[in-house]
């Protein structure tokens, strides 16, 4: 089963939810604002995609966090930590393949786990 986490709002999140229902492709949808980050598959992210990659320090949450919130985010736990608190901090949509964690819409690449 595939499972999208993000925020419904969001134009990236809508443009992959609609490339999975055009491909047929049945999915559970979960979102970060009415039902939090789940901290065990956040871990797994970290681990399988690197915090790095899941933390998105280009959007606006995050250039709106204070300076000093920004340089406390030196690794894995306090990344991990501001996400669970600022979810909008999540590069999106992080998709769970079922074998295989994806962070970001690119159709080309989703093509390949279908």
Not at 26 to 42: I, R, T, W
Not at 51 to 73: D, F, I, S, Y
Not at 82 to 111: C, H, Y
Request: proline letters at 5%; a positive charge; aromatic letters at 10%.
């Amino acid at each position: 089963m595939i499972i999208l986490y993000g925020i419904p709002n969001c134009d990236t999140v809508k443009k992959a939810r609609s490339w999975l229902s055009e491909h047929g492709q049945s999915y559970e949808f979960h979102d970060f604002k009415k039902q939090g980050v789940p901290a065990e598959p956040l871990a797994l992210w970290a681990q399988a995609v690197g915090w790095e990659k899941l933390l998105n320090r280009k959007g606006t949450t995050w250039r709106k966090l204070e300076p000093a919130v920004q340089a406390a985010v030196v690794d894995s736990a306090s990344a991990q930590a501001l996400m669970q608190a600022q979810p909008s901090v999540i590069k999106r949509p992080v998709v769970n393949w079922g074998q295989d964690i994806t962070v970001g819409f690119e159709a080309a690449a989703w093509a390949t786990k279908l």
